[in-house]
């Protein structure tokens, strides 16, 4: 089995198996009225159903862990410049965020108030600590080094997709696309997973930190909040809009700032434009010699775009149709 094909085989077990577990949990529920907490559900999402399956296919394949995963040491300046990134690019997410809210369900914002009633230090450990560790494991480790053979470009904006699609609603997808394109571009750039481990971390810590923030304010200053809170959660278009106009102008003062903190990780690991140069991700990584790459800048044939390939985004597909429209249609026409 070829490297890239493998890489897409692993994605799509995952997402049968995550499926067969929201079914199982959902037959559960149903059959003795027991609801899980939602540190319970975090918890078996993120180690039963990503840390699992990653923890089988080394079992499996026989990979090196450390070559598989680029746990490998980098400097304090990778470390400073990838939190400054995780930073800086919040505003971009929040924008995208919003826009997406225009047209489909922001299923996280629904979960607001459970969440921030939780100790702020649990929060950060179930939705900041275990998600920077687990899913950089899991996509700038064992899904990257399945496209050593790709260009970097390539190796990125397929990383990208499945970091998108893997978080399974159109809201999520818009911005976490972009999130593991950018990882997954750090990771080239440093040839380590620790500065994407890092600023995952900062960009989910964060937007909690925000979040709690907004909700001790409006404790302090506002009485009966309960209804604002809901409509944070749930804002209506004009809010959307509104709040779009601001967050557009914070982009454009942030955005610019990224770009240099990446400019300047490229100077200080002394890598080139490799996306001009179309460079080969496993070259870059240390994974396979330049020897590998022939003058057409290729070191295989293997297909990105396979069967599997086109499942996987089908599935997708089918599954955000069914569960953001058509669903929620019948719901209502009931």
């Given at each position: ?103 489909v369900t922001n299923y996280i914002g629904s979960y607001v108030k459970d969440m921030m ?156 434009n490799f996306i001009k140069n179309k460079a080969i991700s496993g070259v870059l990584l ?49």
């Amino acid at each position: 089995m070829n490297s890239v094909n493998r890489g897409h085989i692993y994605m799509l077990i995952i997402m049968l198996y995550m499926l067969a577990a929201q079914i199982l949990m959902g037959i559960i529920i149903n059959a003795t009225g027991i609801e899980l907490s939602f540190t319970a559900n975090a918890l078996i999402s993120q180690y039963v159903l990503i840390l699992l399956p990653a923890i089988i296919y080394f079992i499996i394949t026989k990979s090196s862990i450390k070559n598989t995963l680029k746990f490998k040491k980098t400097t304090w300046t990778n470390i400073f410049l990838a939190i400054g990134i995780g930073i800086f690019i919040q505003p971009l997410m929040n924008l995208i965020n919003l826009i997406s809210q225009l047209f489909v369900t922001n299923y996280i914002g629904s979960y607001v108030k459970d969440m921030m009633s939780m100790p702020f230090l649990l929060l950060l450990f179930l939705l900041a600590v275990t998600p920077a560790l687990v899913e950089e494991i899991t996509f700038r480790g064992i899904i990257l080094s399945n496209f050593k053979h790709q260009s970097v470009l390539v190796a990125c904006l397929i990383n990208g997709l499945f970091f998108g699609i893997f978080h399974g609603n159109i809201n999520q997808f818009l911005y976490a696309f972009v999130l593991g394109v950018v990882f997954c571009y750090l990771v080239h750039l440093t040839g380590s997973i620790i500065p994407a481990m890092v600023a995952h971390f900062v960009i989910n810590a964060s937007s909690l930190t925000m979040q709690k923030i907004m909700v001790i304010l409006t404790n302090l200053f506002i009485p009966e909040n309960s209804a604002i809170l809901e409509t944070a959660a749930n804002p209506d278009s004009s809010d959307i809009l509104v709040a779009s106009l601001l967050v557009l102008f914070m982009v454009i003062v942030t955005l610019p700032i990224v770009l240099l903190l990446i400019r300047q990780m490229h100077r200080h690991n002394n890598k080139p434009n490799f996306i001009k140069n179309k460079a080969i991700s496993g070259v870059l990584l240390g994974d396979i010699s330049s020897d590998e790459v022939n003058p057409e800048g290729e070191t295989s044939h293997e297909k990105v775009i396979t069967p599997v390939f086109i499942l996987i985004v089908v599935y997708f597909i089918l599954y955000t149709a069914l569960f953001e429209f058509i669903i929620p249609a019948l719901t209502v026409a009931n």
